[in-house]
């Protein structure tokens, strides 16, 4: 066997992710605010990198200033003006818990284990801890732990420091002036199957009609199964536009918001460190901090030029939009190709961007949407699909609601659309509306 050793030279290419690559995509990925925290992190570690006071703080251009929760970010409680939100239960459930334990007559054991119950409830006002878990944390007796919940339980709001849906229901059930007998024994020994709507089973092993069940059901909907809802443990969420669209002189503008952004410029004090080169130390320091500096500003020139140039070519595709408010159809590969950029630079540069336009304030990414195809082949937004099955759904006979299938034939027959009995059914869940078997009623 003849073996023989040689030299190849090959030839490949090979994407390096260096740190000022990782750098430009992170900053593509930032929204205006988290840039301006990211800036004032780097003026901290680099000498030579000065920023002046930006006007974050103060009134930027003419748009309204838009707080929301980080939770609610949308709905009915987008409506109500911040500040009253301010005043109106936002303090967070763990300091109104704790203000109520200081008005209670107990000892200071009482007092610290129930301050122990209160830093383990959820978000939605529920015990998180076992009764296992807080006999070894607080070493007490499973009479004590009862004891514990049922004080817990007596404080505002009702339901609170439950530990299931169905100990919550009851507690406010008991906590009425009237007795119901026949909804307590629905929470206690029936709620899943009454929440499935086995609503004939029920009847049968209840002995009672499905008009009861109707009315039950009805009633037991008017209580409130997350009592913490209305308390929050985060702060308010200042949304600033990081992009307005405007119209000027008859014709769509971009406008970047670069006025929110801290100013950046070269340090006096330090930049003579660059001339110093009998330090040859400090002199490569120093030269290693400008290049940074450099960078991190190419790297923020590129991300608005990318925001522009992506939002721009949004503006042109949706320009339904903004003149009579019909979203179109659009997809990642839509805007990619006007851009000139690739689907994931799109993805990373819409995520957590806010755009201010004269119909309100938008998230960058709510603009995309799959469609279906309609008459002439004109495709029609997953949007404006999902608009009339709920249309469809609030007008239905509640004794006979319309099924899935027929919302499709509906489609097909009125408006020219063929689309399938899942894809109902799928933008349905995603409305969070229940199938028609759930929605029926029998009164």
Known sequence: MNLEMGLIQQQTMKLVMTQQLRQ???LLQYSTLELSDYIEEQALENPLLEVSDSNRDEEIRDSPVLWQDREESSGEQGKEPFIDRLENGRQGLTVYLIDQLRMLHCGEDTQEHLKYFIHNLDENGYLLVSEKEAALELGITSDRFHELCALLQQFDPIGVGARSLSECLLLQLQALPEEHPLAETIVCHYLQAFAQK???????EMQITLEEIQDAHDFIQT???RPAQGFSESELEYIM???YIEKQNGDWTVVLNDESLPKIRLNRQYRNLLHQKSDKETFEYAHSKYKQLVWLLKSID?????????TEAIVEYQKSFLENGELRPMTLKHIAERADVHESTVSRTTNRKYVQTPRGCYELKAFFSKGVSGYAGK??????IKQSIRNWIEQEDKQKPISDQKIADRFKQEEGIKISRRA???YRDELNIPASSKRKRFA
């Not at 086995?198 to 049968?204: C, R, S, T, V």
């Not at 590129?302 to 992506?310: D, F, L």
């Open 24 to 26: 430009a995509i992170s």
């Open 198 to 204: 086995k609503w004939k089973w029920l009847a049968e």
């Open 223 to 225: 209580l409130n199964p």
């Open 241 to 243: 536009p990081d992009v």
């Open 302 to 310: 590129q991300r608005q030029q990318t925001i522009r140039a992506v």
């Open 379 to 384: 495709d029609v937004s997953a949007t404006i």
């Open 424 to 426: 109902i059914a799928k």
